[in-house]
């Protein structure tokens, strides 16, 4: 599809070309306003052959990426599972303690402004 593309793009600014040499010759346009044409039709014809070196590239990278998929080793299901058990164990465990050692009357944020770390660890000067 890339590479139809570009050929469309190739032959749109061969066209654009054309149609600006015509209304140049038949002194339709100026010589003042031909550089912005003669611009956009490069830009068309520079397109097109970017556009199908993108082509090759990706057509390369798609067979490179196949050759990686069939050498890429298979997950490993089970040691998987397992470890997502565990975290969600680890998690739910941590979760309950959290609730568990707060005091009933009290909220998160006021747990967390009555913690003493903070006076501890700046309570003295280093000498």
């Not at 039709?41 to 990426?65: N, Q, T, W, Y």
């Not at 069939?70 to 969600?88: F, I, M, S, V």
């Not at 568990?100 to 000498?127: I, N, R, W, Y």
Request: charged share 20%; with cysteine.
């Amino acid at each position: 599809m890339n590479a139809r593309l570009s050929r469309q793009m190739t032959l749109l600014g061969i066209c654009a070309m054309a149609f600006y040499g015509i209304m140049l010759g038949s002194g339709i346009f100026s010589i003042d306003i031909m550089p912005q044409f003669i611009i956009s039709a490069v830009i068309f014809l520079s397109s097109g052959r970017i556009m199908r070196k993108a082509a090759r590239a990706m057509v390369r990278d798609e067979e490179e990426e196949q050759d990686k998929r069939q050498k890429r080793k298979e997950a490993d299901w089970p040691w998987l599972t397992g470890l997502l058990n565990w975290t969600a164990a680890f998690l739910i465990i941590g979760l309950m303690v959290i609730f568990l050692m707060k005091p009933l009357g009290v909220s998160f944020t006021e747990v967390l402004q009555l913690t003493t770390a903070p006076d501890q660890f700046f309570a003295h000067s280093v000498p």
